[in-house]
């Protein structure tokens, strides 16, 4: 069973499209979170969402908006993707925060 | 600003060659601090956490320290199949104070 989903694993795309990517969890975590890990492999939060609470890394350019439809899903969704959004996006969750975040296997995002 | 930083930035070992790598932190009123192993390809991997200065944490040939500025993840006679980037982190001291902030990892290699 795997504990934390993502699709696609790989995404690949133009400049200035739109795209999602989808995480599942099925640990019955209350908190759900995404990364980023740049081409140096450094790992960066982006948003962490517990309970309706969204909490979102200054960072963050506010063309990247996470949604969540329900406690198990927290999909990420993309606008007017850059060449610099390439990267490896993660998704992960966590129950009773802070503690161990299991981690998605990864959705590598190629912008062209 | 919370920190963690951590060293060397890339290990080789022979098999069965101890050491040990380093994860010190600038974070105020530290509420755990996290060790995660990343393979290639691969979502980070949680290993153990510890709270308060003069903790240990062991699993096989791992061990993870404590100090009041640092951590250490101890290597004992590592074989090939420890090779893997080691990850740290901490929760953030103000808002969003589960989420963590990662170090930019140490990436082991141990020959046979």
């Known amino acids: 069973d795997t504990a934390v989903s993502q699709t696609p694993k790989y995404l690949v795309t133009q400049m200035g499209n739109d795209k999602s990517i989808k995480c599942e969890q099925n640990l019955g975590h209350d908190t759900m979170y995404w990364y980023k890990q740049d081409s140096k492999k450094f790992l960066k939060i982006m948003f962490s969402?517990?309970?309706?609470?969204?909490?979102i890394n200054e960072t963050v350019p506010n063309r990247f908006s996470p949604k969540s439809p329900d406690k198990a899903h927290l999909n990420l969704h993309i606008n007017s993707l850059e060449l610099g959004d390439s990267a490896v996006y993660f998704c992960?969750?966590?129950?009773?925060?802070?503690?161990?975040?299991?981690f998605g296997p990864g959705t590598r995002l190629t912008v062209l | 600003e919370d920190q963690v930083t951590q060293s060397p930035e890339a290990l080789r070992l022979q098999e069965g060659e101890s050491s040990s790598l380093n994860c010190s932190y600038t974070v105020s009123g530290l509420r755990g601090l996290f060790w995660y192993r990343q393979d290639p390809g691969k979502g980070p991997e949680f290993l153990f956490t510890l709270y308060s200065a003069g903790e240990e944490k062991e699993k096989e040939r791992l061990k993870a320290t404590l100090t009041k500025k640092e951590s250490f993840l101890h290597i004992t006679a590592p074989k090939p199949e420890d090779s893997a980037t080691y990850l740290c982190?901490?929760?953030?001291?103000?808002?969003?104070?589960?989420?963590?902030?990662f170090g930019k990892g140490t990436k082991l290699s141990v020959i046979p």
């Open positions: 982190a901490a929760p953030y001291s103000g808002a969003g104070s589960y989420q963590l902030t």
């Open positions: 969402y517990n309970n309706k609470e969204l909490i």
């Open positions: 992960a969750s966590s129950q009773n925060r802070p503690n161990e975040q299991f």
